[in-house]
């Protein structure tokens, strides 16, 4: 092998990518919100919370939410922004959805669209 660096750059880049999950919270521990204010901020979302804990860095949250479907939510710790939420069961159809927070909620159900063609059906 004539160029060993650049093959092993590409491999231990290609090694690390999986530790760069953008849903890892990063917020130093000295400006963590209290897991009171957890409390209080799911309260206020109308969840009825069953756990908290930390995961990733972040809170992670498990109970209902206010249409009395099972849930766990990662919250960035600092701002308290739901940064990943599961719904589980309970919907229409029984199946889980993932639900990402952000500007606005994803649509539990999307139309597959191809320019040019019709739907052909619903994205899980």
Same mark, same amino acid.
């Given at each position: 092998m004539k160029h060993p660096a650049p093959m092993l750059a590409l491999c231990?880049?290609? %090694?690390?990518?999986?530790?760069?999950?953008d849903d890892d919270c990063d917020a130093p521990a000295q400006n963590w919100?209290?897991? &009171?204010?957890?409390?209080?901020?799911? =309260?206020? #979302?109308?969840?009825q919370v069953q756990r908290i804990k930390i995961d &990733? %860095?972040?809170?992670?949250?498990?109970?209902? &939410?206010?249409?009395g479907?099972?849930?766990?939510?990662?919250? &960035?710790? #600092? =701002?308290?922004?739901?940064?990943?939420?599961?719904?589980?069961?309970g919907d229409d159809d029984g199946h889980d959805r993932d639900r990402y927070r952000g500007a606005a909620p994803a649509p539990a159900h999307s139309p597959v669209l191809t320019p040019g063609t019709t739907p052909r059906g619903q994205i899980e």
């Amino acid at each position: 092998m004539k160029h060993p660096a650049p093959m092993l750059a590409l491999c231990l880049a290609l %090694g690390a990518a999986p530790a760069l999950a953008d849903d890892d919270c990063d917020a130093p521990a000295q400006n963590w919100q209290s897991r &009171d204010a957890v409390l209080r901020h799911a =309260t206020a #979302q109308g969840w009825q919370v069953q756990r908290i804990k930390i995961d &990733d %860095g972040c809170y992670e949250v498990r109970g209902r &939410d206010a249409q009395g479907r099972s849930f766990k939510a990662k919250l &960035d710790p #600092q =701002t308290l922004r739901v940064l990943k939420m599961k719904l589980r069961g309970g919907d229409d159809d029984g199946h889980d959805r993932d639900r990402y927070r952000g500007a606005a909620p994803a649509p539990a159900h999307s139309p597959v669209l191809t320019p040019g063609t019709t739907p052909r059906g619903q994205i899980e």
